[in-house]
């Protein structure tokens, strides 16, 4: 079964910080893994994703994510927050549950908050 | 591209009501759609998986007689709660994954706020 941990359900950084956001999955194949971002009241906005190529990935935002086998981990990093940063995050894995049929799993989340 | 809408985005309704929620692909064919429950504070879980002209694949636990889905078209899903509780208060987000791109993202909806008075 994929699973995927998010280490931290908040982070707080100051406004030009360093973002970290960590993400542990678990997967028996290699997987897809996902970035979103969800503002309040709103749905999911695709930060970035990788697909078993290159290993650093650059997203949308200034955010960026590496893909590190040997740890499976997958985390997200922007070097300086912003404060329109503020959000929920989500780290997925895609899997595939059957059949040809892919599903997203996702963590618990990690709210970001930025401080002026 | 690749845009999902949702409607409505906000409803009341009073208890015992029935709800209809559409999902749509606005710019693509999507033979799989997915929706989706999120309360405060918590990650998305997976409510069930619609493929267009067949029956909808229901998560363990999610009552497929409460909660009807449809995909009559390869860019409409909709999910109806029948006979609506307070519990059934939440935050409901459909995705659709796009025919040509099988294994890659789901493209989200902006999701529906339904509150049941």
């Known amino acids: 079964a994929q699973s995927v941990t998010q280490l931290g359900s908040h982070v707080s950084v100051s406004e030009g910080a360093l973002v970290l956001l960590r993400c542990n999955y678990s997967s028996s194949v290699p997987p897809y893994l996902f970035w979103y971002v969800q503002y309040p009241n709103q749905g999911l906005q695709l930060l970035l994703k990788?697909?078993?190529?290159?290993?650093l990935v650059k997203g949308i935002n200034g955010f960026e994510a590496e893909f590190k086998k040997s740890e499976t981990s997958f985390h997200l990093t922007k070097p300086s927050a912003h404060m329109s940063d503020a959000a929920e995050y989500f780290c997925?894995?895609?899997?595939?549950?059957?059949?040809?049929?892919?599903?997203?799993?996702f963590g618990k989340g990690t709210k970001l908050s930025v401080i002026p | 591209g690749a845009v999902v809408s949702q409607h409505p985005s906000r409803v009341i309704c009073k208890s015992g009501t029935s709800v209809k929620i559409e999902c749509r692909s606005l710019?693509?064919?999507?033979?799989?759609m997915f929706w989706y429950r999120q309360f405060p504070k918590q990650s998305l879980m997976l409510m069930a998986t619609s493929n267009e002209g067949s029956k909808a694949t229901y998560e363990q636990g999610v009552e497929k007689d409460k909660f009807l889905i449809n995909h009559a078209s390869l860019t409409l899903s909709t999910l109806t709660v029948t006979s609506a509780h307070p519990e059934d208060s939440s935050f409901y987000i459909c995705?659709?994954?796009?025919?040509?791109?099988?294994?890659?993202?789901?493209?989200f909806g902006p999701g529906t706020r339904l509150t049941v008075t």
């Open positions: 710019d693509f064919q999507a033979t799989t």
């Open positions: 990788y697909t078993s190529a290159a290993t």
């Open positions: 995705s659709a994954r796009d025919r040509d791109r099988v294994r890659l993202e789901q493209y």
């Open positions: 997925a894995v895609n899997y595939n549950s059957g059949a040809g049929s892919y599903q997203l799993t």
